[in-house]
């Protein structure tokens, strides 16, 4: 986590955050990351079922 994310100003607090392009790319990015992620677990839980019910 940045460090700068934790320190506002009261003049910065009351303004619109809006993100730099650095900060878009690194979100779009991360959310990809979480998709694929959500993706590979989904496949690990099928896979887990599956392989109980072979052992039975």
Known sequence: ???EQG???PSSATKKK???????????RLRKEVE???MARDIL???A????????
């Open 1 to 3: 986590m940045r460090a």
């Open 7 to 9: 320190a506002t100003t």
């Open 18 to 28: 809006v993100l730099n392009l650095t900060d878009q790319d690194e979100l779009s």
């Open 36 to 38: 694929q992620l959500r």
């Open 45 to 47: 839980k099928k896979a």
């Open 49 to 56: 079922v599956f392989f109980v019910k072979e052992l039975q």
